[in-house]
C-alpha cells in the first residue's frame, strides 16, 4: 500500500469527480454533490455554481468548507477542508467549461455561471484494499488470525 501523502490525496480526489461539498449557514451544515476539477498546480479545486445558489451566500459568510470524496469500488475516501471563494472568473469559467454542463447552463457566457475555488488547508484520507479483500481480511481476523490490515490513511496538511 501507498504511504497517505499529499500526492496520494491529489491523487484519490483527481479520480473522483464528485465530492459532497459541505457549507455552514451559521446554525446548521448543508451537503451537496458537486463535479470537483482539481487542479494540483494551482493548489485548487473548482467548481461551478449558479449565482442564485444558497451556497454562494454561505461561503461569502463562512468561508471554510468541507468536501468528501467517495469511491466506494477501491474503498477509498477523502475528507478535505479548505478556504472557498466566489467569483465571476469568466476566463477560468470558461477554461473548465465541459458539454457536460450544458445539462444546467446553456454554455459558458452564461451570466449565471459563478466560480467557486476551494484552497485545501488538510486532508484526512483512507485508501483501503478493494471490497473482497477486506471482507476476506476482516473475516480472518474475526477468526482469530490477528487484526486485519485495511490499508492505509492518515492526516495531511495540503
Not at 458537486?34 to 444558497?54: K, W
Not at 477554461?95 to 454542463?101: A, G, K, R, T
Request: without cysteine; glycine residues 6%.
Amino acid at each position: 500500500m501507498t504511504k497517505i501523502d499529499q500526492q496520494h490525496v491529489w491523487d484519490m480526489i483527481g479520480d473522483i469527480h464528485i465530492a459532497m461539498f459541505i457549507t455552514w449557514d451559521g446554525e446548521r451544515q448543508s451537503a451537496r454533490p458537486m463535479a470537483a476539477m482539481p487542479r494540483q498546480d494551482e493548489h485548487a479545486i473548482y467548481f461551478l455554481t449558479d449565482a442564485a445558489a444558497e451556497k454562494d451566500g454561505q461561503i461569502e459568510r463562512f468561508p471554510i468548507v468541507t468536501l468528501a470524496f467517495v469511491d466506494q469500488s477501491k474503498n477509498d475516501y477523502v475528507s478535505l477542508t479548505g478556504t472557498a471563494a466566489v467569483s465571476n472568473d469568466r476566463a477560468k469559467i470558461e477554461e473548465l467549461w465541459s458539454p457536460m454542463m450544458k445539462s444546467f447552463w446553456d454554455g459558458p457566457q452564461d451570466p449565471t455561471i459563478r466560480l467557486i475555488r476551494v484552497v485545501p488547508e488538510d486532508a484526512q484520507a483512507w485508501d483501503s484494499p478493494h471490497n473482497l479483500i477486506s471482507t476476506i481480511k476482516m473475516a480472518a481476523a474475526a477468526a482469530g488470525l490477528g487484526k486485519p490490515d485495511l490499508g492505509d490513511s492518515g492526516k495531511v496538511a495540503m
